[in-house]
């Protein structure tokens, strides 16, 4: 068994220094943990949430380069394209805003923790690297741009 004595000895010793510590360890994350991720994620969510969070993920699938480049030189965002929709897209929006309304506040954190920018940036990262590198080549002005878009699609489906 080792004394107290002996302990403060370690933490003297030059070769555990914090200093060989690297601060930050980054460790990306592949393809295949990205989609058991997002399978987990939906695995956690009621059936009727899973199909409208489906529905997010085809939006972000979807985004074509050249819009998203002029939406971001246009500063609009998904808020805007709703309110040009067909009454397809529109009356599937209502539905889930219609859900969401009077929906449990335990499911509407988990969908807002799920609609996020950065949750965003990782789909498009794996899922739609064409405009993952648009937004990624406007630098702030994209990622401001896909904060913006994210907001939005919060407040239309009322959970903001």
């Known amino acids: 068994m080792r004394k107290l004595s002996e302990n403060r000895d370690l933490d003297q010793d030059k070769s555990l220094s914090l200093d060989k510590i690297p601060e930050v360890i980054h460790i990306d994350l592949t ?4 989609e058991s991720d997002k399978d987990q994620l939906l695995k956690r969510l009621p059936p009727l949430v899973r199909g409208y969070m489906r529905e997010v993920f085809a939006y972000y699938r979807g985004l074509d380069p050249d819009s998203v480049i002029d939406s971001i030189e246009e500063n609009t965002t998904i808020k805007e394209k709703y309110e040009d929709a067909v009454f397809q897209e529109r009356i599937q929006i209502a539905a889930a805003r219609g859900y969401f309304k009077v929906a449990p ?6 969908v807002k923790g799920i609609i996020t920018a950065e949750n965003a940036l990782t789909q498009l990262r794996f899922e739609n690297p064409l405009v993952y590198q648009v937004i990624m080549s406007f630098g702030e002005r994209g990622k401001e741009w896909l904060i913006n878009n994210t907001k939005d699609l ?5 959970l903001e």
């Open 31 to 34: 393809g295949a943990a990205y």
């Open 105 to 110: 506040p335990k499911i509407k954190n988990k």
């Open 154 to 158: 919060l407040t239309l489906l009322k």
